[in-house]
């Protein structure tokens, strides 16, 4: 938790606001809103198809909401806003791919203008600052398509990083890596949002490897969110509402676990939304 | 014949530099169906008599145009084959009223370099300028787009635009290269020499110069070839290029193998099939060692 960055509430990187998106038919975002600030790592949790990416597409301009609106830095997004870093969930580089991780990374400087960049110190220089960010000048030279999924990772953070952008989106970055890679990159992001001063916004269908440095979560299930601190969105209650049946949170050794429980919640709020009544416990 | 190597070299440059972006965007089968739907408006062109590198040039840009316009999201395979029947159809029907013309129709499809005049350099150096401009111009979203779509898409780099300029600037290479390498063979200079460039070197910068000296050694060596022995040129091109992607693939497969060693050193030698010979395994392994 950083006191200092929520005391601040005009670092406002992005506020999404009532975004509702409706794809072949079927209502796949229904009214999310949240919030994040500067140098605050916030959790986009949802279990598959829940929404994430959509709701990332959304934030990025690469999908129009059908209502609702995304606000950057308080104003309503331009169509073609770089300030914004994004780590997709498939890249799928490919393994012949003649360019280096340098190169890779130095296409994030600046690879939208046209015409051909000018080599110069500066710009090695800068490369090579965001290589060593990440931990990743080891394999800086090798080329980028064989390096592994967790290297691979390091270096699409550091492109997405080179551009300095105030947000940083991930989408799923710790999917197919193991629980020590996916810890050092989660604690790699946590000290780039300190130090480079960005809001991380990182989408993950398990939350357990966030737990130690998520400030904020927003939670992700039937095209609806709830969000808040960890403490306050990840209760049996507040989810019970969300999913519109009841679900228990249980702490197990450090861990938390979300399951189902029990019946269709039929006293809660009618439309199911955070803020339900306890329920009988029966089964 | 100063003429063939001037106008070889010129589609030797063009061809590597473009190629360069066929193979890294796997545009390979437009790059295919192109020259194909080309020589179509060749033999459209010979038919009503007028400048078959007129005739090329449209219907090279109209099949990039359909290509493009058709494909969804980067995925046009099928567009691209409906684009290429398509011109083949229109092909047949216009060969089958020129057959007087039959030398001129197999040089388009086979090439013809050593007959190019004078007053036909000029067409050429201007359409290969104009194709390098644009690669220029358009290199950093090009090279962007092509790797990693969805964040160029981020950037505000718009994907089907970039899509559509770069099919007519393959459009543009087509209709300079087919009169001297053929519609059947130019396929081959765009795809072998960049392949095997990218198989040699990491870099993009180095493997575009690379893919350009290889494409000029491989025009250099069919002229010269062709001229010795009076088989046509893109025997030469063809079976050149296959040679050089096949060397660089060889290289690099030797390369990946000793740079994988010191990960694996103890498994390697025993569970890949076509490891080389332990001692060269091994004398490269020590040489490495310093990192
Ligand atoms: N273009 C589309 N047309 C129709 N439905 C779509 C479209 N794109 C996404 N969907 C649907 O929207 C839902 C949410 O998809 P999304 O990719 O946002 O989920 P996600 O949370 O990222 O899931 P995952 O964890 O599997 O990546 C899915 O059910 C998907 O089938
Ligand atoms: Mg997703």
């Given at each position: 938790?950083?006191?200092?960055?929520?005391?601040?509430?005009?670092?406002?990187?992005?506020?999404?606001?009532?975004?509702?998106?409706?794809?072949?038919?079927?209502?796949?975002?229904?009214?999310?809103?949240?919030?994040?600030?500067?140098?605050?790592?916030?959790?986009?949790?949802?279990?598959?198809?829940?929404?994430?990416?959509?709701?990332?597409?959304?934030?990025?301009?690469?999908?129009?909401?059908?209502?609702?609106?995304?606000?950057?830095?308080?104003?309503?997004?331009?169509?073609?806003?770089?300030?914004?870093?994004?780590?997709?969930?498939?890249?799928?580089?490919?393994?012949?791919?003649?360019?280096?991780?340098?190169?890779?990374?130095?296409?994030?400087?600046?690879?939208?203008?046209?015409?051909?960049?000018?080599?110069?110190?500066?710009?090695?220089?800068?490369?090579?600052?965001?290589?060593?960010?990440?931990?990743?000048e080891r394999f800086a030279d090798s080329r980028v398509g064989r390096l592994s999924g967790g290297e691979q990772q390091r270096i699409l953070i550091a492109h997405a990083l080179v551009a300095?952008?105030?947000?940083?989106?991930?989408?799923?970055?710790?999917?197919?890596?193991?629980?020590?890679?996916?810890?050092?990159?989660?604690?790699?992001?946590?000290?780039?949002?300190?130090?480079?001063?960005?809001?991380?916004?990182?989408?993950?269908?398990?939350?357990?490897?966030?737990?130690?440095?998520?400030?904020?979560?927003?939670?992700?299930?039937?095209?609806?969110?709830?969000?808040?601190t960890t403490d306050q969105v990840i209760r049996s209650d507040v989810l019970s509402g969300l999913y519109g049946h009841r679900v228990e949170v249980l702490h197990v050794a450090g861990r938390i676990l979300v399951v189902a429980g029990g019946p269709a919640a039929t006293n809660g709020s009618p439309d199911g939304l955070p803020g339900a009544a306890p329920l009988p416990d029966a089964r | 014949m100063q003429n063939a190597w001037i106008v070889a070299t010129m589609v030797a440059v063009i061809a590597g530099v473009v190629g360069f972006f066929v193979v890294l965007r796997g545009s390979a089968f437009p790059a295919h169906a192109i020259p194909n739907g080309a020589f179509a408006g060749a033999a459209g062109a010979v038919l009503v008599g007028v400048s078959s590198l007129l005739g090329l040039g449209v219907f090279?840009?109209?099949?990039?145009?359909?290509?493009?316009?058709?494909?969804?999201?980067?995925?046009?395979?099928?567009?691209?084959?409906?684009?290429?029947?398509?011109?083949?159809?229109?092909?047949?029907?216009?060969?089958?009223?020129?057959?007087?013309?039959?030398?001129?129709?197999?040089?388009?499809?086979?090439?013809?370099?050593?007959?190019?005049?004078?007053?036909?350099l000029l067409p050429v150096a201007g359409l290969g300028a104009a194709c390098l401009l644009a690669v220029a111009v358009l290199y950093r979203p090009l090279l962007l787009s092509s790797v990693m779509p969805e964040i160029a898409e981020a950037k505000g780099v718009r994907s089907d635009r970039i899509e559509i300029a770069f099919l007519i600037v393959l459009a543009l290479a087509t209709a300079m290269t087919v009169p001297v390498v053929g519609a059947l063979l130019i396929f081959s200079l765009m795809i072998g020499p960049p392949a095997a460039a990218r198989a040699l070197t990491p870099r993009p910068g180095a493997a575009i110069a690379l893919s350009v000296a290889l494409a000029l050694i491989t025009v250099w060596a069919a002229i010269a070839l062709s001229y010795q022995t009076n088989w046509p040129i893109g025997f030469f091109v063809g079976t050149i290029s296959a040679l050089a992607y096949g060397l660089g693939r060889g290289w690099n497969a030797a390369r990946t193998h000793h740079h994988q060693l010191p990960h694996s050193a103890t498994f390697t030698d025993a569970s890949s099939p076509g490891s080389p010979a332990p001692p060269l395994g091994q004398r490269r392994q020590k040489r490495r060692r310093p990192i």
């Open positions: 938790m950083r006191p200092a960055a929520q005391h601040h509430p005009h670092v406002r990187a992005l506020a999404v606001d009532g975004v509702s998106v409706t794809l072949g038919g079927r209502r796949i975002l229904d009214e999310v809103a949240f919030t994040v600030q500067r140098g605050q790592f916030t959790g986009l949790i949802g279990s598959n198809g829940a929404g994430k990416t959509t709701l990332l597409r959304v934030i990025l301009g690469l999908q129009r909401p059908h209502a609702g609106r995304v606000l950057l830095a308080g104003r309503p997004r331009a169509r073609r806003n770089r300030s914004i870093g994004y780590v997709p969930q498939k890249v799928g580089l490919d393994p012949d791919l003649p360019m280096r991780a340098r190169d890779l990374v130095e296409l994030g400087i600046d690879g939208h203008r046209l015409g051909i960049a000018r080599p110069s110190p500066a710009r090695r220089e800068l490369v090579a600052e965001m290589l060593a960010a990440v931990d990743a300095r952008p105030q947000l940083l989106l991930l989408d799923e970055p710790l999917a197919n890596l193991d629980l020590r890679s996916g810890q050092e990159i989660v604690s790699l992001l946590d000290r780039i949002a300190t130090e480079h001063e960005i809001a991380v916004l990182l989408s993950v269908h398990e939350m357990n490897p966030l737990l130690s440095v998520m400030d904020r979560v927003v939670y992700l299930a039937g095209g609806r969110a709830v969000s808040g | 090279a840009v109209l099949s990039a145009l359909g290509i493009g316009s058709l494909g969804r999201r980067g995925r046009h395979d099928v567009a691209t084959a409906l684009a290429l029947v398509a011109m083949l159809a229109c092909g047949a029907a216009f060969l089958s009223r020129t057959t007087e013309y039959a030398p001129e129709i197999f040089s388009l499809l086979f090439g013809e370099v050593l007959g190019v005049s004078t007053t036909e």
